[in-house]
């Protein structure tokens, strides 16, 4: 019998969907540039359903039932167009090409267009999880057609993790809409664990408190509303005693932080959208900064390291907790404005709590919390930001007094936390009746003629400045 869908590409993202499929009862074809991997695979895992491995493409394309499925998990970039050229001349109008890579979600716009000329689906997919996630259960954030997921859809549905019975898959959108949600997910991600970084640090530093104690502050904190895999797996690494020195094992991490470029990507996106993503960019900054080392050392010998006294604190712990959830709570409001400005610019008409709903089981950001955001959107689907939900709104302003009493302390003991602080300004700044960007706006009217505008009246304004200073309209 012909088989019901493709993967190729059977690195370890691949080869894990490939089992995943096959598990769920799918006969799926295999095939890997090179053939060794595909062997691997049907040998160590042929047991587990039901494989047709294939040497070439042409033979992978020949075993498929029409329409066809075929997923590409190779390394994004070249290699996904690589493959695509490959591909393309061996389908059928009506076929369907899916890219489960890290894409960037321009080139999947790029791949769309062309594959549509051919009369072929192309589906970016946005596949979050990891190797984990891809054997027991993704996040999949599909893009493309309405046509391509009536297909595909059941599938993709079936092999998502599930919350409450409800599968962690939906038609995000067309074109790059998919792995546009991907790439704010992973922003959110870095942003995340930065704040959670840095709650660390304080109770580290400010706190005297040692990993193993912090360790026991995380997972307490994982029964609350901070409930998330993020804040779990903190305690586990936390907790972790280094075999070779007894130490604990972030003790003796090297503390530069690396990053393969999708928060990056977020960050640029949000730029060119004019959505201000702080958080995010905070985070991306924090990697950068850490990472360099040199830059890092002659700061230190020439400024010398901020001396911190530990000031054990009862009320600390508590403080933080609250000063994370209100910093979380603001990035992860900035990460969905990106994705509303982005729905609206690209005409994607997003669903943002579906996308809240995805992603609360199979990737790494899954949360409790993100139940809250599918309410929030459920109750109004236009909220101008999740701020402004009632439940957001109560959860920031109980915790706004702790959160200053944080911040404060993180800036006059000297020890960075640049998510809290902006986070808090942020939110100073969204809530402020007059922002000091009147003053910007005369500077730039000063220099450049810019004009500006006013609060009594329409119209545009330039004041004769190297003149007599008299307003004219502009
Ligand atoms: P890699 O990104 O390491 O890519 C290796 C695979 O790509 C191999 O199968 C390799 O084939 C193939 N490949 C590389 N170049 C070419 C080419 N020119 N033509 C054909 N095939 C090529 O594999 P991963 O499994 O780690 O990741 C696959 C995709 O999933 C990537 O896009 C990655 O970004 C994404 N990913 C997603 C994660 C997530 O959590 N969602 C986690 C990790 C990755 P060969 O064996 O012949 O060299």
């Not at 997910?185 to 709650?199: F, K, V």
Request: charge should be negative; charged fraction near 25%; proline fraction near 4%.
């Amino acid at each position: 019998a012909p088989a019901r869908i493709a993967v190729t590409g059977l690195a370890v993202m691949g080869s894990n969907l490939a089992r995943n499929l096959a598990r769920h009862g799918y006969r799926v074809a295999v095939h890997n540039r090179s053939h060794a991997r595909t062997k691997a695979l049907v040998e160590e895992h042929g047991h587990e359903g039901d494989f047709v491995p294939a040497e070439t493409l042409e033979e992978l394309v020949a075993s498929l039932q029409t329409p066809r499925q075929i997923i590409i998990m190779v390394k994004a970039g070249a290699p996904t167009d690589a493959v695509i050229d490959e591909l393309v001349p061996l389908l059928e109008p009506g076929d369907m090409v899916i890219d489960g890579g890290n894409a960037h979600y321009a080139d999947t716009r790029r791949r769309e267009a062309r594959l549509k000329e051919a009369g072929l689906h192309f589906v970016g997919a946005g596949i979050s999880g990891g190797e984990e996630g891809a054997l027991n259960g993704p996040s999949i954030m599909p893009g493309g057609s309405p046509e391509s997921y009536k297909h595909l859809g059941p599938v993709l549905e079936d092999i998502a993790a599930k919350v409450d019975g409800v599968p962690c898959c939906v038609h995000v959108g067309p074109d790059g809409a998919g792995h546009f949600v991907k790439m704010v997910h992973n922003g959110i991600e870095y942003a995340d664990m930065q704040l959670i970084a840095e709650a660390y640090d304080l109770l580290h530093r400010v706190g005297g408190q040692t990993p193993a104690r912090i360790a026991e502050v995380f997972r307490g904190w994982n029964s609350g509303d901070l409930e998330s895999y993020l804040v779990e797996i903190t305690a586990e690494v936390l907790g972790h005693v280094d075999a070779d020195t007894g130490s604990a094992l972030v003790d003796v991490i090297a503390d530069e932080a690396e990053q393969k470029g999708t928060g990056r990507w977020t960050v640029q996106e949000a730029l060119e959208l004019g959505v201000p993503v702080t958080g995010i960019a905070e985070a991306v900054f924090a990697r950068s900064l850490s990472g360099r080392v040199d830059q890092r050392r002659a700061a230190r010998e020439a400024l010398g390291a901020a001396e911190v006294t530990p000031q054990p604190d009862e009320s600390l712990v508590e403080d933080v907790r609250r000063a994370l959830y209100a910093s979380k709570v603001v990035a992860y409001a900035q990460g969905f404005d990106q994705m509303r400005a982005a729905g609206a610019e690209y005409g994607w008409d997003l669903d943002l709590g579906a996308m809240a709903t995805i992603w609360r089981g199979g990737c790494i950001i899954r949360a409790r919390f993100l139940d809250r955001i599918r309410e929030a959107y459920d109750k109004n689907p236009d909220l101008p930001s999740l701020l402004v939900d009632e439940y957001f709104r109560d959860a920031v302003k109980s915790a706004e007094e702790a959160w200053r009493r944080v911040v404060v302390k993180a800036v006059s003991a000297g020890v960075p936390a640049p998510g809290f602080v902006s986070a808090l300004a942020y939110y100073d700044a969204l809530r402020s009746e007059r922002l000091p960007a009147s003053l910007v706006q005369g500077l730039r009217d000063f220099f450049g003629a810019h004009t500006y505008r006013r609060t009594d009246r329409e119209g545009s304004f330039h004041t004769l400045w190297s003149g007599d200073r008299s307003q004219v309209d502009a």
